[in-house]
């Protein structure tokens, strides 16, 4: 196994069933709806990073990993896209369309984005800083890893 520097592997392996689609708060208003989210209620972790993926080219897909620690919820901000979840023995494809859906990722699965429309923005709530160290980049890597960790 690859030397996995400060990062440490999980007790047990997440299950595709760990994650789950949020219902976020939504304030409507003529003037325009409002959403939000909070580190501990809608999101089960504090949020140390924001990034964003856009101006993605149709046909492309982003992702391709699993982290070791990272815990992350993923928001179809605008327009929409797919999220393949794998946890080694299931996948599970998630539809975002919608701004007011969070999908809660926990650490330890690997996830692919595709499909996305034009003009979508994927935003990406994170609960620590970018670490590479954290990724595992390969999925034949990814299998054995979780193949070793009870469920
Ligand atoms: P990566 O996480 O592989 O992109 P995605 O999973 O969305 O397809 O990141 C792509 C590149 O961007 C990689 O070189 C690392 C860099 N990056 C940062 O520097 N900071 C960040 O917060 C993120 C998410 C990526």
Known sequence: MPERGAFSLPERA???SDCRLVD???IHDPRGNLTFLESGRH???AIERVYYLYDVPGGETRGGHAHLELQQ???AASGSFDVVLDDGRERQRYHLNRSYFGLYV???IWREL???SSGSVCLVLAS???AEGDYIRDYADYCRIVD???R
Request: charged content about 10%; aromatic content about 16%.
């Open 14 to 16: 997440s299950a595709v």
């Open 24 to 26: 976020l708060p939504r």
């Open 43 to 45: 999101a089960p972790f």
């Open 73 to 75: 919820f993923i928001i």
């Open 106 to 108: 926990p650490r330890m």
């Open 114 to 116: 595709d499909n996305f």
């Open 128 to 130: 620590a800083h970018y």
């Open 148 to 150: 070793g960790l009870p």
